[in-house]
């Protein structure tokens, strides 16, 4: 073991925006002699192969749109040259540097010590580092934070798997495919397949069921189905993959054999892009936590209670790694507030995130928002006599000079529960539902009820007004 190098208030390991909120915040604020290790680069997925590039690409996806829609509009576009994914690619590469250094300039300024390495736990209080350079420290913490979020999967059970990408090789991409096969039936799944499709590749999306995205309202899910098929995305239902293999004289192209609802017998499909999106895993194969005797649940995530405590005293968790809520604000806001608990003074001494009410997008094509509980979930928690659900349906005024057609749908819906009907779950998709989200989970956080929403004036015309004039 090598000899203790440096000695910390507290260490973070993992570079992701849960561990860098803590780490500056303990910092910077409180005075806590702090130290961030990351393996890779800072920013962690969110920033470098997950939230910021995928809506900088979902960006370039909905602009393909509005050049297709604005011929309704009377204007004539002539297209001079192919959407150029390489210059996109690139530029979007050069923003993300960008963005890694202004995340290691903000740890200098809140006084945060970065060590590039990666970082292995020895002891409840002592990890060591092996460096970028390939050297080794050995730090003494008097509390640790595991905040080392987690990595796409890939199946380990079908032949020529290996071939196929995730999430993370979607950004390495230098040319867009002509025909995508993506298997998977989460957001990611759903997001990367309605941007493929609108830039122009011929996409396939295989899910093992009827519907996607099954963890949010079964009004989302039917509704964006039937969306993505009459955009002409390829909803193959009830897959299952069998093998996937190179196709001979053709680089690049692959067969990927399969069964679905339509193919119950199997067929093949061959495609120059195979992207796998079914789910993550934590981040803790090289972490050491049997060292220390941290806790892991069946998945091998770490077990962390509300206050993001592990078993071990000193030993703290938080973000992807522990899979609670796998989404980046909810990891910055409990690291914020763990690191007001550890050093903030009796102010703060049961300061813990609420886990409740967080709201979500997916940035589908329309884009999708909910917060609260599904229609099934509020059943089930006050009973069907116990909730009234109020919901409408329509074609959002933009696109009012497009073919019925083409016309993509909006739909919103409210569930109260109880007779003085509290929103207990929010559940919009349509034509900036993102934006729109932000504002209502606002309220239903703060226990609005119907009659709440009734009360505001509704500002015309936009598709928000609805939420306010329910009936």
């Known amino acids: 073991m090598a000899p203790i190098s440096k000695e910390c208030d507290f260490l973070v390991i993992g570079g992701g925006s849960g561990g860098l909120a803590c780490a500056r915040r303990a910092s910077g604020q409180w005075g806590a002699k702090t130290i961030a290790v990351e393996s890779n680069r800072l920013g962690g997925t969110c920033v470098n192969v997950g939230c910021v590039p995928k809506k900088v690409t979902w960006n370039a996806a909905a602009i393909a749109e509005t050049l297709h829609e604005a011929a309704s509009y009377g204007f004539h576009i002539k297209e001079t040259a192919p959407f150029d994914f390489r210059t996109f690619k690139h530029k979007r590469d050069e923003y993300i540097r960008k963005l890694n250094g202004i995340y290691e300039r903000n740890l200098h300024n809140d006084k945060v010590e970065y060590i590039h390495g990666r970082a292995h736990l020895l002891s409840k209080n002592e990890v060591e580092v092996v460096l970028h350079t390939g050297q080794k420290e050995t730090i003494r913490a008097k509390r640790i934070l595991l905040a080392t979020g987690g990595h796409p999967n890939i199946p380990k059970d ?102 679905d609802k339509a193919n119950p017998e199997g067929a093949s499909i061959e495609i120059d892009c195979l992207l796998w999106a079914i789910g993550r895993s934590p981040e803790v194969e090289d972490l050491g936590l049997d060292k220390a005797g941290v806790k892991q649940d069946s998945k091998g995530r770490i077990i962390a209670d509300e206050y993001q405590n592990t078993n071990v005293d000193n030993i703290h968790s938080l973000g992807d790694v522990c899979g609670l809520v796998e989404l980046t604000p909810v990891a910055i806001a409990a690291g914020r507030q763990l690191a007001n608990r550890l050093y903030g003074g009796p102010d703060f001494q049961h300061a813990k995130l609420d886990y409740t009410n967080i709201p979500s997008v997916v940035f589908a094509h329309p884009e999708v928002g909910s917060v609260g509980m599904t229609e099934p979930d509020a059943v089930a928690t006050f009973g069907q006599e116990n909730i009234k659900v109020y919901q409408t349906s329509f ?9 019925d057609s083409e016309k993509p749908p909006t739909r919103y819906k409210l569930i109260c529960a109880g007779p003085d009907e509290k929103v207990v779950g929010l559940h919009i998709l349509g034509q900036g539902s993102s934006e729109m989200l932000q504002g209502f989970a606002v309220a239903v956080k703060m226990g609005a009820r119907k009659r709440d929403f009734d009360s505001c004036v509704a500002i015309h015309p936009t598709s928000a007004e609805e939420l306010v004039t329910l009936k």
Do not use: C
Not at 395 to 403: N, Q, R
């Open 158 to 259: 079908i032949p020529g798997s290996e071939l196929g990408i995730t999430s993370d090789g979607f950004f390495d991409l230098e040319t867009l495919p002509k025909r995508v096969a993506l298997v998977g039936a989460g957001y990611i799944a759903v997001e990367m397949a309605g941007m493929f499709h609108h830039l122009g590749s011929e996409t396939h999306l295989f899910i093992r069921q009827e519907t996607f995205l099954r963890a949010f309202d079964p009004m989302v899910q039917e509704t964006i189905v039937a969306e993505y098929e009459r955009q002409g995305i390829h909803i193959h239902r009830n897959s299952s993959q069998s093998k996937v293999e190179k196709v001979d004289g053709q680089p690049g192209w692959m067969k990927m054999h399969y069964k």
């Open 395 to 403: 074609k959002a005024m933009y696109y009012a000079m497009m073919p």
